[in-house]
Each structure stands twice: as C-alpha cells, then as structure tokens.
C-alpha cells in the first residue's frame, strides 16, 4: 500500500507561481512513476505531469508545457508541481498518483493510488 499526501496549493493571481507537494509513505513508495493530473468543474479529471522512478525523465500535457515542472525527491518521498505563469484555466483540483505502469500514462485508471487533492485557484 501507497499513501499520497498533499500539501500546497491555494489562490493565486493569472501570471503567479505555487508549489504542491505530495509525500508518500509504504514500503516500496521510491518504485513507483508518480504523476499529477487535475480536475476543473465539470470536467473530467485530465493528466497534467508523470515522472521517472529516478526523476530524470518527465513527461507532461501541452497545456502546462514550458509553464510547469515536476520533479521528485526520493530521499524525501515527496513529488512536487512548480507551477509558474498560471492562468484562469488552470484552475482546478490537483491530485497527485502513483502508476506502476511508465511516464506515459496519462489515463486514470493506469494510476493505483492518488493523494486527497489539494484546490488550486488562478484569478484574472
């Protein structure tokens, strides 16, 4: 068993930055690809970010490419999405997930255990 746990996240004005952080714990968290994916109102829930067991490799959707980065600390057994340059779309629910699959994972139900979601709010 794998347990995500969020932190950050909050409201923030269209160009700002955040930071969400996702802690795992269980005893083989470090062997996991870990992903983010987000889920506006009224929509479906979509893929956002994955990376690589060492961080090394990254994969992410075309919507936040070049805007956000998601690296991990495997000492720390923390994930994070930086977020910069942020807009009114990205307004969503940012939950954070673990896939024993690869980084090209981008369905949802590829993912086996997801963090409790953390809102994230860009004003205009």
């Known amino acids: 068993q794998v347990q995500l746990v969020q932190s950050g996240g909050g409201l923030v004005q269209a160009g700002g930055s955040l930071r969400l952080s996702c802690a795992a714990t269980?005893?083989?968290?470090?062997?996991?690809?870990m992903g983010w994916f987000r889920q506006a109102p009224g929509k479906e829930r979509e893929f956002v970010a994955s990376t690589s067991l060492s961080g090394k490799y990254t994969y992410y959707a075309d919507s936040v490419k070049g805007r956000f980065t998601i690296s991990r600390d495997n000492a720390k057994n923390t994930v994070f999405l930086q977020m910069n340059s942020l807009k009114s779309e990205d307004t969503a629910i940012y939950y954070c997930?673990?896939?024993?699959?690869?980084?090209?994972?981008?369905?949802?139900?590829?993912?086996?255990?997801w963090g409790q979601g953390t809102q994230v709010t860009v004003s205009s």
């Open positions: 269980g005893r083989t968290s470090s062997s996991y690809i």
């Open positions: 997930a673990a896939t024993s699959g690869t980084i090209y994972e981008v369905r949802v139900r590829e993912y086996d255990y």
